[in-house]
């Protein structure tokens, strides 16, 4: 477990250094090249004084330093998320793994555990560590300790609560990245605000064109990050799916392939 937390925070941090890198240079070599390249076209024909319908360029809307901030945001969460799918699914494998090498009507009293503990015992450190073999680890040396099915179950509950719990805990970074996003979408709708009361006295004078480059600062920051963090929201919320499927199926799996198979002598 604690190789995996290494693991995690070694690899966050990594994603979120390649994620600054891509985002960056998309931006230094595509992005606000093309962007200036356009403003500065639409201020020549400002300037000229001839008419021209002012369109609405995609480089224009995302050139700014908070889209790109959302953007490394939203692709450092993705990475996050990514690992957490790879990790439920590569446990989601094990439910089609039988473990328990129980016939049917076969019958395990407390004296067997020991023997079906050891198939368990013996997985690699990785694997013992999933969710399914720790469960029914957890739930063989209950009955074998307290002799009782109804503890049993409590004890596969308790563990599959545990790790629902622990899994919801681990995204609370995914959840300050998604809330994080917004604000800094906001942050840029202030600035631009702040930028265009500054030129008032220009719009006063009629050029209105350094008003609009401002408030086009302020909408589309905030329109990029709303966009991105329901995206971002939408894939957080299918992997908790992910996780609490595992989660219940893991249960359903300690009920069907153990605890019916359970029986005390006499009982």
Not at 229 to 257: A, G, K, N, P, W
């Amino acid at each position: 477990m604690k190789k995996q937390l290494q693991f995690e925070l070694v690899y966050q941090i990594g994603a979120l250094i390649i994620s600054i890198i891509l985002v960056h240079l998309v931006y230094v070599t595509l992005i606000r090249p093309n962007a200036d390249a356009i403003l500065q076209t639409q201020a020549e024909l400002a300037a000229s004084g001839e008419p021209f319908v002012q369109d609405r360029s995609l480089y224009v809307v995302l050139r700014d330093y908070e889209q790109e901030s959302c953007f490394i945001l939203m692709l450092w969460a993705m990475a996050i998320m990514g690992l957490k799918v790879r990790s439920a699914l590569s446990e989601r494998k094990l439910l089609g793994e039988e473990f328990m090498q129980i016939s049917e009507g076969m019958s395990i009293l407390p004296e067997d555990t020991r023997e079906h503990a050891r198939p368990l015992q013996a997985l690699p450190d990785e694997e013992r560590e999933a969710l399914l073999p720790r469960t029914l680890l957890a739930a063989l040396h209950r009955f074998s300790s307290t002799r009782n099915v109804q503890d049993v179950s409590e004890a596969v509950k308790s563990v599959c609560d545990a790790e629902s719990d622990r899994l919801d805990s681990e995204l609370s970074m995914v959840r300050y990245i998604a809330w994080a996003i917004p604000s800094i979408g906001f942050i840029g709708t202030v600035r631009g605000i702040g930028e265009a009361l500054g030129q008032a006295y220009r719009a006063v004078e009629g050029d209105i064109a350094g008003v609009t480059t401002s408030l086009g600062v302020a909408f589309n920051s905030t329109f990029i990050a709303l966009v991105i963090s329901i995206v971002l929201m939408f894939l957080m919320h299918q992997l908790q799916l992910i996780q609490e499927r595992l989660v219940l199926d893991t249960q359903t799996y300690c009920d069907q392939r153990l605890l019916r198979h359970l029986q005390v002598r006499g009982a």
